[in-house]
């Protein structure tokens, strides 16, 4: 994903005992890539939500078919979500 508007996201990044698929340092800001078989995994996804929560990471999620089919509403969202954080830091 690289710079998205200023920010460096990193991909494929370890944190904890999970592989979060972009996250910002400066943001403590994941982004998670969901396919299908992310439907039968709920209650996963639910406890790896709330263990980055724990640790001060704020997570976002985004389906693999928006990220293909309508990137720009994704970015759109992505920048609410930074314009937000941003909003509300120190």
Same mark, same amino acid.
């Given at each position: ?9 990193? !991909? ?14 400066? /943001? ?17 996804? /639910? ?27 994704? /970015? !759109? ?14």
């Amino acid at each position: 994903m690289g710079k998205v508007t200023g920010y460096k996201f990193h !991909r494929q990044l370890p944190i904890d005992e999970y592989i979060i698929d972009f996250y910002c340092h400066e /943001l403590n800001l994941a982004l998670e890539v969901d396919g299908y078989t992310h439907d039968y995994n709920y209650e996963n996804d /639910l406890q790896r939500q709330n263990r980055l929560n724990s640790l001060g990471i704020r997570v976002i999620r985004f389906s693999d078919d928006d990220v293909k089919k309508h990137l720009d509403d994704v /970015l !759109r969202a992505l920048q609410a979500v930074i314009s937000e954080i941003e909003k509300t830091s120190p």
